[in-house]
């Protein structure tokens, strides 16, 4: 499917937050609304307090600190920058959330903080977890897939799953 396609059914938390997350010279409030401008466009003016009240509520939910909503999101610590991305892409309307490498990099609060809401969020929506880190993984997966020189090995329930299996899945070995 094309990006627009994509976009109208799925979010995506990528894992390079500046390079692919934010675009790193606009404001904090300009990166909260880069996903949903319309909503708060009307003949292509901005309902500019609409968006300035909506992403203040992002901010308070998701513990984005920052100095204010005009900072640039260069400003921002790694958290808060995955913070903003998390906000932003999870608020959406849509069915399917890929997230790639979503704690990548993150104190162990901030970790915590984004798998509770990546377990909220499966209530309304499908998440695609890729994730290398396994602890990730068993904690926030239905069923996990592992995939071996670019070929899927097996998918596994989450109840069966272990390190071990995991490791020999890993290496190429399908378990039964």
């Known amino acids: 499917t094309s990006p627009i396609q994509f976009r109208r059914i799925a979010s995506h938390i990528p894992d390079d937050r500046v390079g692919m997350g934010v675009l790193p010279s606009l404001s904090v409030l300009e990166n909260l609304a880069l996903t949903s401008y319309r909503r708060f466009s009307k ?86 977890l890729v994730s290398e880190d396994l602890e990730e993984i068993l904690q926030l997966s239905d069923r996990i897939g592992v995939m071996y020189k670019g070929e899927l090995v097996d998918v596994l329930d989450s109840e069966e799953a272990d390190a071990e299996k995991i490791g020999l899945m890993m290496g190429g070995v399908k378990v039964d």
């Not at 849509?94 to 209530?123: I, M, N, Q, Y």
Request: charged residues 20%; glycine residues 6%; hydrophobic residues 50%.
């Open 43 to 128: 003949f292509g003016f901005l309902k500019f307090n609409e968006l300035e009240q909506y992403a203040n509520g992002l901010v308070d939910k998701y513990n984005i600190v920052m100095p204010s909503l005009k900072a640039p999101a260069w400003q921002l610590s790694g958290g808060n920058l995955a913070r903003l991305i998390l906000a932003r892409e999870t608020s959406a309307e849509c069915s399917l959330v890929v997230a790639v490498h979503p704690t990548f990099g993150l104190d162990v609060a901030s970790t915590e903080e984004t798998w509770k809401l990546l377990l909220e969020l499966r209530k309304k929506a499908a998440v695609l």
